[in-house]
């Protein structure tokens, strides 16, 4: 089913040649005032708006878009101008329109090109926000199962502290599910849409840890031939997510208490300062404290 599709305009030529240009792709509608376009669009879901600048009864295309961006479904609105009216089309953008055209010097294809191209924009969008929302179920707290009042504590603790810059130490025995409640964390965090990067830090020596996590520079040690970007730069706007920090060694621990102070590292054998904004979420099975 091709996409509905209104046109605006009091000139019934510019209309008609619209219309019988696109028809082949869209349902195509017409209106030839702004009160007439406020009904259809009211009466039935439309994916695309193209309305003229000047319309009659001192009406304009510009309030004409704003209110078709105050529906719940609005569509996708591009305001047709006159050559050499860039002001009106800035004030157009600022109002909510996706795009504008120049009358003057308008031809069909580009316009088609920019129909079809905002459309698949919104496409993706709405793909996106279906990916995310999957991935909110996923990873979030409906992934989590637990009623009793203890787990009820921690669901409102995450739900608290997710939306927060707040650094996070998860403690509790192995196979206690540490690693979904960073997730969620995670997904729940206005970081969700950037990367959680993982770092299993019991499962690597103290070298290839420190390597790891901060990179290196070519030379380094023996075995480095070339630069390696570690786990900080790589979750960049994201969370880093660090499993068993408790096997830590102590120079690590270091150069990782500077980061959370400073939010600064080099890489092993560089001397260039580096920065990140990578929040950190850790957790552990040990007893830190007694450690």
């Known amino acids: 089913m091709n996409p509905n599709l209104l046109i605006v305009d009091d000139e019934k030529p510019t209309r008609d040649g619209l219309r019988a240009a696109l028809e082949d792709r869209y349902e195509v509608y017409v209106a030839e005032d702004a009160a007439s376009a406020?009904?259809?669009?009211?009466?039935?879901?439309?994916?695309?708006?193209?309305?003229?600048?000047?319309?009659?009864n001192n009406e304009d295309g510009v309030k004409l878009i704003a209110r078709a961006k105050s529906l719940s479904k609005p569509p996708i609105?591009?305001?047709m101008t006159a050559y050499g009216s860039e002001e009106l089309a800035v004030e157009a953008l600022k109002q909510g329109a996706d795009d504008y055209l120049a009358k003057g010097r308008m031809q069909i294809d580009e316009l088609e090109t920019r129909i079809a191209r905002a459309l698949k924009l919104r496409t993706l969008e709405s793909e996106n926000k279906t990916l995310k929302q999957q991935l909110d179920k996923k990873f979030g707290l409906e992934n989590i199962i637990g009623?009793?009042?203890?787990?009820?504590?921690?669901?409102?603790?995450?739900?608290?502290?997710?939306?927060?810059?707040?650094?996070?130490?998860i403690q509790g025995e192995s196979g206690t599910g540490k690693e979904l409640l960073a997730?969620?964390?995670?997904?729940l965090s206005p970081r969700s849409s950037k990367p959680m990067v993982t770092v299993h830090?019991?499962?690597?020596s103290p070298t290839l840890l420190e390597s790891e996590?901060?990179?290196?520079?070519?030379?380094?040690f023996t075995g480095a031939h070339e630069r390696r970007v570690g786990r900080f730069e790589q979750a960049e706007g994201g969370t880093l997510f660090l499993d068993e920090i408790g096997d830590i060694d102590e120079t690590t621990q270091v150069k990782l208490l500077r980061f959370l102070g400073e939010r600064t590292f080099e890489r092993?054998?560089?001397?260039?300062?580096?920065?990140a904004d990578v929040r950190i979420v850790a957790a552990t099975n040990?007893?830190?404290?007694e450690l």
């Open 213 to 220: 996590l901060f990179g290196h520079e070519k030379g380094a």
């Open 183 to 187: 997730k969620a964390i995670h997904q």
């Open 268 to 275: 092993v054998g560089g001397s260039k300062t580096l920065s």
């Open 38 to 56: 406020a009904s259809l669009l009211e009466a039935e879901a439309f994916e695309v708006l193209l309305t003229d600048f000047r319309l009659p």
């Open 286 to 289: 040990k007893n830190l404290k």
């Open 147 to 169: 009623e009793s009042e203890p787990m009820q504590k921690v669901m409102d603790i995450v739900r608290q502290v997710a939306p927060s810059r707040a650094t996070v130490l």
């Open 77 to 79: 609105c591009i305001l």
């Open 201 to 204: 830090c019991a499962a690597l």
